[in-house]
């Protein structure tokens, strides 16, 4: 039962990770358990710190409540960073090398980038680029998942950022990504709709190809 009851709350973690936010009634259809039995386990999350409720405000009726990861809770899943890269760039900014600083976190994007470009230049359509970018970055630690809206709208979602401590004091890794998506991506406008060091379960950004 033990097993069981961490195997249960493992999936849970694992379905707020990569779905975000979620209800009691679609984690309850998800896992085909009890909506009773679910509200136990997320109890027991809640009590460990690694999952946290939110009220959310609907325009008519009650409001519903949804659940996602605590800091703690993200912390369960890979990180790439180093304390001492975190340190490094704080003592740069301390001594006053702000330029130094800004030079570094570019200079980490466009190495990126170039990797990226050697496969995704290969790829004539948005959508093929946008899955050799998942494909590429799914190496690297992040959890990203493509879906197409519609005809000329896709969505680019990262659950997992392999670089969430140095992104929340350095928020310049996030501009610097979004801009590297816009040369990815030539033919498409790239938005932000969502980000982790806002507070948000997850990064994504809305990609749609320009007329």
Known sequence: MGEAARSTREEIIQLLKVRGEQTVSLLAEALQITEMAVRRHLSKLEKDKLIEMKMVRQHVGRPMYVYCLSAKGEDLFPKQYKQFAVEMLEDLQRIGDEELVKKLLQARTDRMEEQLAKRVNRKETTLERLKEIAIMQEKNGYMVRVEQESEHS??????????????????????????????????????????????????????????
């Open 154 to 211: 896709f969505i680019l979602q990262k659950q997992n950022c392999p670089l969430m401590e140095v992104a929340e004091k350095f928020p310049q890794i996030c501009h610097d990504e979004k801009s590297m998506y816009n040369k990815l991506l030539p033919t498409a406008d790239v938005k932000v709709l969502s980000s982790m060091c806002a507070g948000d379960c997850f990064c994504s950004y809305q990609i749609i190809e320009k007329k």
